[in-house]
T-cell receptor
Framework: EAEVAQSPRYKITEKSQAVAFWCDPI?????LYWYRQILGQGPELLVQ????????DSQLPKDRFSAERLKGVDSTLKIQPAELGDSAMYLC??????????FGPGTRLTVT | SQQGEEDPQALSIQEGENATMNCSYK?????LQWYRQNSGRGLVHLIL?????REKHSGRLRVTLDTSKKSSSLLITASRAADTASYFC????????????FGSGTRLLVRP
C-alpha cells in the first residue's frame, strides 16, 4: 500500500540553526499539505499545495518558514532560524480528492 | 486556531466496552471527518460525514452529526486494545478550499 514518506523522522537542532524536512506524497496525489502539531493538540495547517502552486499559506510564519514543491511532486519545508517554540511534530499529507488526506509518519523536531 | 473541541480530553475503558467521543465546532461546515493517531505517528482517516447527513457507519464505528448543535459524536463499539489512540475531528468550511481545521483530540486508552 502506497504511503506518504517523510524524513528525517526525528531532528534535534539548536535555536538559530536552519532545519529542513522532506516529504514524498503518494504518487498521483496533486494536493500536498504541511501541518504542525504541538504536543497535546490537533494538527494546524501551515501550507497547502495544488501541484506546484501554493493554495493556502495563511498560517505559515513567513519570516522564518518556507515551503516549496518545485516539480509538483515532493516538497521541502524549511525553518531558518529555528526557535524554541518551533518544537513540534511536522506532518505531511497528500490527497487525491479534496476530502480524504493521507498522512505521513511525521518529523519530530526538538529545538534546544 | 482550532475549530473543534473534543470531549472528553481523555477516556479510559475496558476492552469490549463502547467508547463515545464528542466534537463541537464553531462555524458552518461542508463536511466533518474523524481521524485516528497512534502515539508518535501520522493520522489515519476513519470516516467522513457530510453536512446533510445525520449518521454514518463503518465497521465498528458510528458517527452522528447534529448541525443545529454544531456537534458530532464518534462511537466505537466492542473496543479492542488496538483502538488505543488519539481521535480527532476535523471540519472544512464552505469556500475554504477544503482546508481542514482539527480539534484538540480525545486520548482513548483501552485496557486489556
Amino acid at each position: 500500500e502506497a504511503e506518504v514518506a517523510q524524513s528525517p523522522r526525528y531532528k534535534i537542532t539548536e535555536k538559530s540553526q536552519a532545519v529542513a524536512f522532506w516529504c514524498d506524497p503518494i504518487s498521483g496525489h496533486a494536493t500536498l499539505y504541511w501541518y504542525r502539531q504541538i504536543l497535546g493538540q490537533g494538527p494546524e495547517l501551515l501550507v497547502q499545495f495544488q501541484d506546484e502552486s501554493v493554495v493556502d499559506d495563511s498560517q505559515l510564519p513567513k519570516d522564518r518558514f518556507s515551503a516549496e514543491r518545485l516539480k509538483g511532486v515532493d516538497s521541502t519545508l524549511k525553518i531558518q532560524p529555528a526557535e524554541l517554540g518551533d518544537s513540534a511534530m511536522y506532518l505531511c499529507a497528500s490527497s487525491p480528492t479534496p476530502y480524504e488526506q493521507y498522512f505521513g509518519p511525521g518529523t519530530r523536531l526538538t529545538v534546544t | 486556531s482550532q475549530q473543534g473541541e473534543e470531549d472528553p480530553q481523555a477516556l479510559s475503558i475496558q476492552e469490549g466496552e463502547n467508547a463515545t467521543m464528542n466534537c463541537s465546532y464553531k462555524t458552518s461546515i461542508n463536511n466533518l471527518q474523524w481521524y485516528r493517531q497512534n502515539s508518535g505517528r501520522g493520522l489515519v482517516h476513519l470516516i467522513l460525514i457530510r453536512s446533510n447527513e445525520r449518521e454514518k457507519h463503518s465497521g465498528r464505528l458510528r458517527v452522528t452529526l447534529d448541525t443545529s448543535k454544531k456537534s458530532s459524536s464518534l462511537l466505537i463499539t466492542a473496543s479492542r486494545a488496538a483502538d488505543t489512540a488519539s481521535y480527532f475531528c476535523a471540519t472544512d468550511a464552505p469556500d475554504s478550499s477544503y482546508k481542514l481545521i482539527f480539534g484538540s483530540g480525545t486520548r482513548l486508552l483501552v485496557r486489556p
